[in-house]
């Protein structure tokens, strides 16, 4: 019998679109990723233990790549970003385009495209959605919401009165992007100085260079102050940014200085930031960092505030809200607001999420938090979770009904055991 | 010897040898008089409410004595040669009753000598049990160690878990056992207000003549003659010095001995409130307090703490009269509990307990592992078919003795069958078992009854260590954002369902595994029995998946509505979406081409420890909102388990290594000079 002749692979340019279809669509690429995923799941969940679940999410799946380094040797892998979109583009042109639509794999490709569904709306989640919370006690009304984490410099002229108007911001974004060693002059046209920061940290605390503590740390020292950097904590949330402040005036003045730092914000629905004032010209002028915020299109009012422990312990049973949602061209609204049961109105959904103050005991007055998202794809997993739960349940009740028949059918003989 | 037959003799080995029982240890006691069963009886069904919920006593005894000394039993032989052996119930009414008897009773285990010595006590064997009155001598260092690594461990929490502020094995026994006598020494003085026979717990702090003043004052009768202050009133008067008559200094020493009786007896909290609209019932402690604060209170205080003095008298008198004043007490208590709507399901509550269902259902699975094993010794005989229908039998019940105890803790609490990690243990175990029985009913290999039967074992024997090492009370009250029936029965069922496949498809890969590796050196391949068992196992891995996906996505929306994002990386969400990921590397990598049968297999004991890791492992990482407290020894336990595994991944390897290169000899073509073979 003659010999076939042994197929040469076709390497030309023109072969590559073949090529990169075959890749993109292919199971061996999807066994990659889904094991890459796995790897990176584990390092990010491992990874929250030393760094905290904010640090953690960001280099392990917010990312298109990252370094780890195990024992030493460095290792570069692909983030989260970038296997999620692997995957996307595996499966919609794998397990949706090549795949033959037959009835028989119609479970497959349903629940496929519910997984689809599922990444992207991960996907518009990442990418569009906002999330910060709302702090009331009772009687209280307010539509402003507060990150959790950004924190931002903003510079007012403040009244005789100390109330501050249109406030000069410098955002989160470029201020989170600065090192401990870096100095920014910053012209402010709307400003008649020019605004200086530098030693800026995620996590500071003051500390008075009376302490035997400030011996040992460095930088400048102003008002009898210095600037201690702290590690950053594991739960983001509890950093406290800080840094030094000059003032130059346009004018020519002496520059002005201070410490920054961002316990002088409010951490209590009721209390009122302290800002660092000083006077350009003839006008006061008050500099603060605080939680970066932006507006809902409605007013909410904390009308009363249930909590409630399990008795005899300190573990919260229940807690809710009677709210009253507040806005000109509707009539109000009462609500409740409670565990697992939301408001969701305008694209905005408010969660009751914690209680304060810290410590409070029964009959103390107490305020309520809302986690307030605005997320696109809020409701998507749902829609997805409904298309893939009925792609895989029809794939594997047929799968089942098969295995039965055939297992019953091949009964294996008595020698057939181990 | 054959590997089967080795393997029941193995079997039959272990189980006379794990109940072998160790010597009891010695008590002071001369002889003890056992209570009376209808006594106990009585007694268990008092009421009390603890950690935010009314239960009965029953339960509180049942879970202090395995946080002092780990078993529901206490074992000791007393001076006069008897043997004795203490159900918990009868025990905790020695506490409250008898104290001066419980105080010699050794229920305090030491696991390190170490422990004994540091605090200035002779030890005794390198691991034993210890009574009251024999750590006695060592209670003021203990008390002194206690505090000074109760602060070291505050420490290490408040610097997130700084390793300079870690106890070592030593210190956190220490601190542990310090616990257990503070606990006791407040039982045993529960009832000391209504005591005037000269027995006081912490006796030894109090100054003799207040002693003396002890055996002639009556603090109810006291309640009468003293004027109305609060706490901090009272602790300022007793800190002044007495005035120099004999009137003054009486008061005083009364008010500093009814303030000991009033600190004595918190803790129990025996009493429901007067006030229908208050959830918070108050123990014999706060009685005293809020009578001594105001008079109005004092009528029904005094009414409440009467019934208690009428118990101690009565106990005093013998145990007829001890029996009929319990009687009343407890028919008292409940009337005024289920008015109020509280305790209705004490009764219940004890039918769990007493009914052992739990530990019923392990013996049901340690006996089908033992005929298991025997019907491996006449492999495919009428015999070993008949034994091995038993097996199944015998798993069966254990199944449904698992399926009624969950039941119960079901109705009891009035929630879905998981509220906790104990609750999985038992959750899994019975899907697990039930999963198994359902292969063999497919499949009738026998397979599937091992798979029941060592995940029965195995599943049971863990809830019973799991209850013993934790020693709090398994029935809990659940915080505001799991107080969802809902989510609880579909989320966290969904899961748990998914977690269990993904055990049961270890189990078979196990099976296969060690097939495989025996016919490496028997040679005897069983081709057709291997393809069974890699359908049985894909089989199960595509419904490990289909639960675990479907509870995981179920999870993210529950999460939606209680947190307000679908997704948050979380350790318990991220080991949830590692099963899923990981099955789906199995269906993906088989249609690649890459995993073959053996290849499933090993993957699946991977998932395993995927499954592990996602169960147990991330609760200790102490991180997310899903972490459910440090387990202590779990690390130890989960590293054991993969080493396993990594045996058994390792035996795989071997088999693999020759599947490939028997393969690779088919392929090669015959040598020359010597004729092809078929």
């Known amino acids: 019998m003659a010999k076939a002749p042994k197929q040469t692979k076709d390497w030309s340019p023109k072969s590559w679109p073949l090529r990169a279809y075959r890749l993109f669509t292919s199971f061996k690429l999807a066994t990659v990723v889904l094991v890459l995923m796995t790897v990176v799941t584990l390092l990010g969940t491992l990874g929250q233990v030393e760094h905290g679940l904010h640090a953690a999410k960001e280099k392990y799946f917010h990312s298109f790549y990252f370094v780890e380094t195990i024992k030493g040797i460095p290792l570069l892998l692909p983030g989260g970003l970038l296997l999620m979109l692997l995957l996307f583009v595996n499966m919609t042109l794998g397990a949706i385009v090549k795949v033959k639509k037959r009835w028989k794999g119609a479970g497959l490709l349903i629940s496929h495209f519910g997984m689809l569904m599922l990444l992207a709306g991960g996907f518009v989640t990442w990418a569009f959605s906002t999330d910060g919370y709302m702090a009331l006690y009772p009687g209280m009304t307010s539509n402003r919401v507060e990150s959790y984490r950004e924190w931002q410099l903003e510079i007012a002229p403040l009244s005789k009165e100390g109330v501050g108007e249109k406030a000069w911001i410098y955002p989160s974004e470029r201020l989170d992007t600065m090192r401990s060693d870096e100095q920014r002059v910053i012209h402010a046209e709307s400003l008649p100085f020019d605004v200086v920061i530098n030693g800026y940290s995620r996590n500071a605390t003051p500390v008075p260079t009376s302490a035997p503590i400030a011996a040992g740390v460095t930088g400048k020292e102003i008002d009898g102050f210095k600037l201690s950097p702290q590690k950053a904590s594991k739960e983001a949330e509890q950093n406290l940014p800080g840094c030094f402040l000059e003032i130059r005036p346009k004018d020519g003045s002496p520059p002005i200085e201070a410490i920054l730092w961002a316990g002088s914000y409010k951490f209590d629905p009721r209390e009122k930031p302290m800002p660092f004032t000083f006077t350009v010209g003839d006008q006061l002028y008050g500099a603060l960092l605080m939680k970066k915020s932006w507006t809902v299109p409605f007013e909410v009012r904390l009308d009363e505030f249930l909590f409630e422990r399990h008795p005899g312990v300190s573990t919260a049973r229940n807690y809710e809200s009677r709210v009253t949602r507040l806005e000109a061209s509707q009539p109000d609204k009462a609500l409740e607001i409670k565990m697992n049961e939301p408001m969701r109105y305008a694209g905005y959904t408010f969660f009751q999420e914690s209680f304060g103050p810290s410590g409070s005991q029964p009959g103390d007055e107490m305020f309520s938090q809302f986690a307030v998202a605005n997320n696109p794809a809020d409701q998507w997993p749902l829609w997805s979770l409904v298309v893939t739960g009925v792609g895989l349940g029809v794939h594997f009740l047929v799968m089942l009904v098969n295995f039965t028949v055939r297992s019953r059918q091949r009964t294996a003989p008595p020698s057939a055991k181990p | ?678």
């Open chain 2, 1 to 678: 010897m054959k590997i089967p037959a080795f393997l029941a003799l193995l079997a039959t080995a272990l189980l006379p040898a794990s109940l072998v029982a160790r010597d009891a240890p010695k008590s002071a006691l001369q002889n003890y008089v056992p209570w009376q069963d209808d006594t106990v009886h009585a007694f268990e069904n008092l009421l009390v409410q603890q950690d935010g919920r009314v239960k009965p006593v029953y339960t509180v005894a049942r879970f202090t004595l395995l946080q002092f000394l780990g078993k529901s039993n206490v074992s000791f032989q007393t001076q006069d040669g008897e043997n004795h052996r203490l159900h918990y119930a009868a025990w905790f009414l020695d506490v409250l009753f008898r104290g001066e008897i419980a105080k010699d009773l050794p229920v305090f285990v030491v696991d390190d000598s170490e422990v004994v010595v540091q605090i200035g006590v002779s030890p005794k064997s390198k691991r034993d049990r210890y009574s009251y009155n024999e750590l006695l001598p060592g209670r003021a260092k203990l008390a002194e160690l206690g505090a000074q690594y109760g602060e070291k461990q505050r420490q290490y929490e408040q610097s997130e878990k700084d390793p300079q502020y870690e106890l070592d094995r030593v210190e956190g026994m220490i601190l542990t056992l310090g616990r257990n006598i503070s606990s006791f020494e407040y039982l045993v003085g529960q009832f000391g207000f209504a005591r005037q026979d000269g027995f006081l717990v912490n006796a030894n702090i109090l100054p003799p003549e207040l002693l003396e003043l002890s055996k002639r004052l009556v603090t109810l009768e006291m309640l009468d003659k003293m004027p109305e202050m609060t706490l901090d009133q009272l602790v300022q008067t007793i800190r002044q010095q007495p005035g120099g008559t004999e009137e003054e200094r009486m008061f005083s020493g009364a008010l500093r001995l009814f303030f000991f009786h009033a600190n004595s007896a918190r803790g129990l909290n025996f009493f429901p409130p007067q006030d229908a609209d208050n959830e918070v019932w108050g123990s014999a402690g706060d009685l005293l307090l809020a009578a001594l604060e105001s008079k109005e209170q004092r009528p029904w205080a005094k009414e409440q703490l009467a019934g208690i003095q009428d118990l101690v008298d009565a106990q005093k008198e013998g145990e007829p009269a001890f029996l009929a004043a319990l009687q009343a007490y407890s028919q008292k208590q409940h009337e005024t509990a289920e008015a109020r709507g509280e305790g209705h399901r004490s009764k219940l509550e004890i039918q769990l307990y007493r009914g052992k269902w739990f530990s019923n259902s392990l013996v049901c699975f340690v006996l089908a592992f033992v005929v298991m094993a025997f019907s491996w010794l006449t492999p495919g005989s009428r015999t070993g078919r008949r034994l091995l229908l038993v097996a199944g039998i015998l798993a069966f019940v254990g199944l449904a003795l698992n399926v009624y105890g969950i039941t119960l803790r079901s109705i009891i609490r009035e929630r879905p069958p998981i509220t906790n990690l104990y609750d999985t243990v038992l959750f899994i175990t019975g899907t697990a078992v039930l999963l198994g029985l359902f292969i063999e009913y497919c499949t009738r290999l026998g397979v599937g009854t091992l798979v029941a039967v060592f995940s029965g074992l195995l599943g049971m024997f863990l809830a019973m260590k799991y209850e013993a090492k934790e020693a709090t009370d398994t029935i809990t009250q659940l915080v505001a954002v799991l107080d969802t029936n809902f989510w609880l029965a579909t989320h966290v069922t969904i899961i748990n369902i998914g977690y269990a496949a993904g055990l049961v498809a270890a189990i078979i890969a196990l099976v296969y595994l060690t097939s495989r590796f025996a016919a490496l050196f028997h040679g005897r391949e069983n081709a057709e029995f291997h393809r069974a068992l890699t359908r049985m196992n894909y089989g199960v891995i595509c419904f490990c998946l289909f639960f675990s996906l479907v509870g995981t996505v179920l999870g993210g929306i529950w999460a939606n509505y209680s947190w307000g994002r679908f997704w948050g990386w979380d350790p318990k969400e991220n080991g949830a979406l590692m099963i899923c990921l990981w099955t789906l590397v199995i269906l993906h990598g088989r249609m690649a081409g890459w995993i073959r049968d053996i290849g499933v297999h090993m993957n699946s004991l991977v998932l395993a420890i995927i499954v592990t890791f996602s169960w147990w492992g991330v609760n200790n990482l102490g991180v997310g909102l899903h972490s459910y407290g440090f387990t202590e020894g779990v690390w130890g336990a989960l590293y054991s388990s993969w080493a396993v595994l990594g045996l058994f991944m390792a035996m795989g390897a071997a088999v693999w290594r020759r599947e490939r290169k028997t393969r690779a000899e088919r392929k090669a073509p015959p040598a020359a000079g010597r004729p092809a073979t078929a």
